[in-house]
C-alpha cells in the first residue's frame, strides 16, 4: 500500500464560491476551461494542506539539490490543469501549431542569456530552418505542446488572462499561471511519501524505458535506441487527486527560479526572487526511471525551448 500523508484542510475553503466564476464551479470543484474554438482544458481542484518537499537521503537516485527537505505549508488551494497544455489548447489560445512555434524559435533573432552568454535560440539549440522538419515529432492536437520556453508559456498565461478578464469569467483574486514549484510536487505527490506516486512506473509515466513501445510516426531515439516521443497525453493512469503525466511525457515548467531548498518550514514558498535558471519537473519520454520521482528537479534557462519541455497550467491566487 502506498503511504499516504495526513492532508490538513483549512476550513472554509472548500465551500466557498468565486465571485466572478460565473457558471463555472466554484473553489473546492473541479474547473472546465473552455478555450477559443470551444476547445476544452480540465483542471482539477487541489486542496490546501502540507507536504515534505524534497527527498530523504535513503531515496535511490536522488540528486542533492533535493534537500535540505522542507516542511511545505500550502494555506491556498488551487486548480491544476489534469494535464500538460496540449497542442490543440496551445493553438487556440497562441494561434500557432508547434510547426510554427518551432519556426517562431528559429525566427527569433533577440540574444537571450543562454549557456553563460548572449546568442538566439538556434544558435543555443542548434536549429536551422532548413532542418526544422527533422526536429518535430508527432504534431497531432492530443499531444502536449512542445518546443514552449518558459517565456512562452508565460505568456501563454497572459493571453489567456486577458481573454477570460475581458469575458468576465476569471474569478475575483485568482490568474491562470504557471504552478509555483511548491504547488507542482504536493499536486504531484497527491499525499503520497514514496519515490513515485504509484507503482509501477510504466502504469503512470512515458519515459526513456517504454517510450518507444508502440511508438509510430516522427519522433527521437530513445532507451535502447528505438523512437519514441511525445505521447498523446492521459494515456497513463493518473495519480490520486486525477492527474496524468505528473512523471515522464514531458518536463513542465514551474514559475520558480531554480535555487536551493530553505529547509526546515516554509509557507507558501514563491522560490528566490531571481536566478539564471528556470525550475521544471517530472521527468520526459527521454528521461530515466530517476528523472520520474515526485521530488526530481531540472533547471534550465527561461528561453530555452525545447522538445523536451511543455508545462501545465494553473489557477491561482493573484500575488498581493
Known amino acids: 500500500m502506498?503511504?499516504?500523508?495526513?492532508?490538513?484542510?483549512?476550513?472554509?475553503?472548500?465551500?466557498?464560491?468565486?465571485?466572478?466564476?460565473g457558471a463555472s464551479p466554484g473553489v473546492g470543484a473541479p474547473h472546465n476551461l473552455e478555450l477559443p474554438g470551444q476547445v476544452m482544458l480540465d483542471m482539477a481542484w487541489i486542496p490546501p494542506g502540507s507536504f515534505t518537499m524534497g527527498s530523504p537521503a535513503s531515496e535511490a537516485s536522488r540528486h542533492a539539490d533535493e534537500s535540505?527537505?522542507?516542511?511545505?505549508?500550502?494555506?491556498?488551494?488551487?486548480?491544476?490543469?489534469?494535464?500538460?497544455?496540449?497542442?490543440?489548447?496551445?493553438?487556440?489560445?497562441?494561434?500557432?501549431d508547434v510547426r510554427a512555434q518551432l519556426l517562431h524559435v528559429i525566427d527569433d533573432d533577440a540574444l537571450y542569456d543562454l549557456g553563460g552568454k548572449p546568442q538566439t535560440k538556434?544558435?543555443?539549440?542548434?536549429?536551422?530552418?532548413?532542418?526544422?522538419?527533422?526536429?518535430?515529432?508527432?504534431?497531432s492536437d492530443d499531444l502536449p505542446m512542445y518546443f514552449v520556453s518558459?517565456?512562452?508559456?508565460?505568456?501563454?498565461?497572459?493571453?489567456?488572462?486577458?481573454?477570460e478578464r475581458a469575458a468576465g469569467r476569471l474569478p475575483a483574486g485568482y490568474e491562470y499561471d504557471l504552478p509555483t514549484e511548491a504547488q507542482w510536487e504536493y499536486a504531484a505527490r497527491a499525499g503520497t511519501t514514496t519515490a513515485i506516486y504509484t507503482e509501477p512506473l510504466g502504469a503512470i509515466a512515458w519515459?526513456?524505458?517504454?517510450?518507444?513501445?508502440?511508438?509510430?510516426?516522427?519522433?527521437?531515439?530513445?532507451?535502447?535506441?528505438?523512437?519514441?516521443?511525445?505521447?498523446?497525453?492521459?494515456?497513463?493512469?493518473?495519480?490520486?487527486w486525477g492527474l496524468y503525466d505528473m512523471a515522464g511525457n514531458l518536463w513542465q515548467w514551474c514559475r520558480d527560479w531554480y535555487a536551493p531548498y530553505p529547509g526546515r518550514e516554509a509557507t507558501d514558498p514563491t522560490g528566490a526572487a531571481s536566478g539564471t535558471a528556470r525550475v521544471n519537473r517530472g521527468g520526459s519520454f527521454g528521461s530515466g526511471a530517476g528523472d520520474e520521482r515526485s521530488a526530481s528537479r531540472a533547471a534550465n534557462p527561461p528561453a530555452e525551448a525545447s522538445a523536451y519541455r511543455g508545462f501545465r497550467l494553473a489557477l491561482v491566487r493573484s500575488p498581493k
Open 2 to 21: 502506498t503511504p499516504v500523508l495526513k492532508i490538513i484542510f483549512h476550513a472554509g475553503l472548500l465551500c466557498t464560491a468565486a465571485a466572478g466564476f
Open 68 to 96: 535540505p527537505q522542507t516542511r511545505v505549508t500550502l494555506t491556498q488551494g488551487f486548480w491544476l490543469g489534469k494535464t500538460h497544455v496540449t497542442i490543440g489548447q496551445w493553438k487556440a489560445v497562441m494561434g500557432r
Open 122 to 139: 538556434r544558435s543555443y539549440m542548434n536549429f536551422s530552418r532548413a532542418k526544422a522538419a527533422e526536429y518535430l515529432a508527432n504534431e
Open 150 to 163: 518558459w517565456d512562452d508559456a508565460m505568456e501563454f498565461c497572459r493571453r489567456l488572462n486577458a481573454l
Open 207 to 240: 519515459y526513456d524505458a517504454n517510450s518507444a513501445d508502440g511508438y509510430q510516426g516522427k519522433g527521437f531515439k530513445v532507451g535502447s535506441g528505438a523512437t519514441g516521443g511525445p505521447r498523446a497525453v492521459a494515456g497513463k493512469r493518473p495519480n490520486h
